[in-house]
């Protein structure tokens, strides 16, 4: 049984950082794309950010281009959002994401992954 696990989310005041981190259980995803959704209430879902299998390709939505950084460990099965500078419309529960394809083209469509964690919710105060 495949299980995504986030962690690290919080409340951290406008200007500061948190780093999420999925845990991912039940098979190895190292051949798997994996990325970061987020949900803000009243909101539809947005991507935040993919990297390749190998960890040497990433894409980020503009809203967070230069503020965050995706990394993974494939040893640990994990993947790793960094956030910085964080603003008050970050806040939002984020999710992670794992899918077999990864391109420009299909990274920001929920439909590409096939597997999602439950999510950690993110609160950035003013």
């Known amino acids: 049984q495949v299980q995504l696990v986030e962690s690290g989310g919080g409340l951290v005041q406008s200007g500061g950082s948190l780093k999420l981190s999925c845990a991912a259980s039940?098979?190895?995803?190292?051949?798997?794309?994996m990325g970061w959704f987020r949900q803000a209430p009243g909101k539809e879902r947005e991507y935040v950010a993919a990297?390749?299998?190998?960890?040497?390709?990433?894409y980020y939505a503009d809203s967070v281009k230069g503020r965050f950084t995706i990394s993974r460990d494939n040893a640990k099965n994990t993947v790793y959002l960094q956030m910085n500078s964080l603003k008050p419309e970050d806040t939002a529960i984020y999710y992670c994401?794992?899918?077999?394809?990864?391109?420009?083209?299909?990274?920001?469509?929920?439909?590409?992954?096939?597997?999602w964690g439950q999510g950690t919710q993110v609160t950035v105060s003013s």
């Open positions: 990297i390749s299998w190998n960890g040497r390709s990433t």
């Open positions: 039940g098979r190895t995803f190292s051949t798997y794309a």
């Open positions: 994401v794992v899918g077999r394809f990864f391109s420009p083209a299909v990274v920001a469509d929920p439909t590409t992954y096939d597997y």
